[in-house]
C-alpha cells in the first residue's frame, strides 16, 4: 500500500486537500483563465434566474409537500468535498426521513429511508434545486463532476489513483457523466469507471459550449422525467454514446 493511500487513511480530510494542492492547479487554472471567467458569468447570471424565476414560488410548494410527508426540516445540508478538494455544505430538498445515517451512507436503489414525496423530487431531479444557492455562492458551478462525501472521494480514489484530477473543477449540479445515464450509486469498479471517464474528459475538454451543450441536455432529460411521471412513457435522451473503458 502507497504511502498516499496511509495518509488518506491517518487523517482522510487533510491529506485530500493537501494532495490536492500542487503545481498542476496553478498550471491548469492559467490556462483556463478566460473560460473559468466566463463559466463563473455564466453561473451567476443562469442560478439567479433559476432562484428568481422558478425557486421564488416553487420552493413554498416543495417545502409544503415535504413537512405534510415527514417530520424534519425542509433542507437537507452535508458536507461534500469542491474544487481543489475543500468541503463545502451542499444543499437539497430533503428527500428521506430523518435518521443517523444521513452523512454516513447515501442513498440507494429501492431505499426505505426515502419518503413519497422524496421519490417524486428524485424521479424529477427537483431535489437538486437548491443547489442553485451554492453555485451562486461559487461553491458549486452549473456544470461540472457531481461532489461526493469526504468517505466516497477516499473510497473512489483507491480504485482509480487519479480520481482526484476530477477535483480541478468545481463541482457541478450536472456532468457529462450525468447527461449519459451515470447517476445514482456506484456499487462496483464499472459504473465508478465510467463516470469517472466522463468527469476526466469533461475536466481535459471543458468550454463554455460543452457547458451550454450539457445544460441543455439536462433540461430536455428534466423534462423527459416530468412527461414520464404523468403520462408513463419513458424516452432516454443522453449525450453521446456511452464509451469503451479503454479509450
Known amino acids: 500500500m502507497t504511502s498516499r493511500h496511509t495518509n488518506l487513511q491517518t487523517s482522510p480530510e487533510t491529506s485530500w486537500h493537501v494532495i490536492t494542492q500542487n503545481g498542476i492547479i496553478r498550471s491548469f487554472v492559467a490556462s483556463r483563465k478566460k473560460y473559468l471567467f466566463f463559466k463563473r458569468c455564466f453561473d451567476v447570471f443562469f442560478s439567479s434566474l433559476v432562484i428568481l424565476l422558478l425557486m421564488s414560488w416553487l420552493l413554498p410548494l416543495v417545502a409544503l409537500a415535504i413537512k405534510l410527508d415527514s417530520r424534519g426540516p425542509v433542507f437537507f445540508r452535508q458536507k461534500r468535498i469542491g474544487r481543489n478538494g475543500r468541503s463545502f455544505m451542499c444543499i437539497k430538498f430533503r428527500t428521506m426521513i430523518q435518521n443517523k445515517e444521513a452523512d454516513e451512507r447515501p442513498a440507494e436503489v429501492n431505499d426505505d429511508r426515502i419518503t413519497k414525496t422524496g421519490k417524486i423530487l428524485r424521479r424529477i431531479n427537483i431535489d437538486e434545486l437548491p443547489q442553485f444557492l451554492n453555485v451562486f455562492a461559487g461553491q458549486m458551478s452549473v456544470v461540472g463532476p457531481r461532489p461526493h462525501m469526504l468517505a466516497d472521494c477516499i473510497r473512489f480514489s483507491f480504485v482509480i489513483h487519479s480520481y482526484q484530477f476530477r477535483s480541478l473543477m468545481r463541482p457541478g449540479i450536472t456532468g457529462w457523466a450525468q447527461v449519459n445515464g451515470f447517476h445514482g450509486p456506484t456499487s462496483d469498479y464499472e459504473s465508478i469507471s465510467l463516470r469517472y471517464y466522463w468527469d476526466a474528459q469533461y475536466v481535459r475538454k471543458a468550454n463554455l459550449w460543452l457547458d451550454l451543450r450539457i445544460t441543455g ?15 408513463g412513457r419513458s424516452k432516454k435522451i443522453t449525450e453521446t454514446q456511452r464509451p469503451e473503458l479503454s479509450e
Open 217 to 231: 441536455v439536462t433540461i430536455l432529460q428534466m423534462l423527459q422525467n416530468i412527461k414520464t411521471l404523468f403520462t
